[in-house]
């Protein structure tokens, strides 16, 4: 059974940091790419980052660049979402997922979810 478990959101002053990682179990991790995706209070599903399987290609949300920075340890299963200079407008439910390929933003093509870690950035 794949499990996808999101940790290390919370509350975040304007202009601090947060990190949050999303442990993998149940696949064979370093064979998926990885994603992070987020969803504010009535408003779509978008595009964070991704990563892939290796590593070597990343790719950011054109909004979002310069302040994240996705990383992943094969090793330890776990995926990573450095955020930075956060602002009120990053609060939101941040989700990871897993996918055979690396697929950038197309969220179709991701096979599991997490259940979401909450981020909320206060002024």
């Known amino acids: 059974q794949v499990q996808l478990v999101e940790s290390g959101g919370g509350l975040v002053q304007a202009g601090g940091s947060l990190r949050v990682s999303c442990a993998a179990s149940?696949?064979?991790?370093?064979?998926?790419?990885m994603a992070w995706f987020r969803q504010a209070p009535g408003k779509e599903r978008e595009f964070v980052a991704a990563i892939s399987r290796s590593g070597s290609n990343i790719g950011y949300a054109d909004s979002l660049k310069g302040r994240l920075t996705i990383s992943r340890d094969n090793f330890k299963n776990t995926v990573y979402l450095q955020m930075n200079n956060l602002k009120l407008a990053d609060t939101a439910v941040y989700y990871c997922a897993a996918g055979l390929f690396y697929s950038g933003s197309y969220s179709a093509k991701y096979d599991y979810w997490g259940q979401g870690t909450q981020v909320t950035v206060s002024s």
């Open positions: 149940g696949l064979t991790f370093s064979n998926y790419g």
